[in-house]
């Protein structure tokens, strides 16, 4: 029995494969999903404990051992609280604990 894959996009196909031969590929390609290869971080000095890290499992064991994170960590939060912020300063953002703060100190202040 022949293994088929077969792919979809906008009710036209763009892929099919049987038994691990590709038929058709119509897909384009996209840089953004592409595999690379990524080579290990150099060899720096803890701040914290003076240790030698060596490598991304060493500085994950040591990250753990020591209860901390990489900033890097924190990329989406941050893009996601610009976002929001932005929308703040543009008046888009419309939030009924805010108005409410706001109508409140007007309110104090008059």
């Known amino acids: 029995m022949a293994r088929l894959k077969i792919r979809w996009s906008n009710n036209e196909e763009v892929y099919r494969e049987e ?12 840089a953004n999903h592409a595999y690379h290869i990524m080579g290990d971080i150099e060899s720096f ?3 914290i404990d003076r240790t030698i890290i060596h490598g991304r499992s ?3 064991e040591h990250n753990k051992r ?10 989406e939060t941050w893009a996601k ?8 300063r543009s008046g888009e953002f ?9 109508i ?3 309110e104090r202040r008059s």
């Open 19 to 30: 038994d691990g031969v590709v038929l058709l590929d119509k897909r384009e390609f996209d």
């Open 45 to 47: 000095v803890s701040p």
């Open 58 to 60: 060493t500085l994950r």
């Open 66 to 75: 020591h209860d901390v994170t990489n900033a890097s960590d924190f990329t």
């Open 81 to 88: 609280a610009e976002k929001k912020r932005e929308k703040i």
């Open 94 to 102: 419309e939030s009924k604990s805010m108005r409410e703060s706001i």
């Open 104 to 106: 409140r100190e007007y």
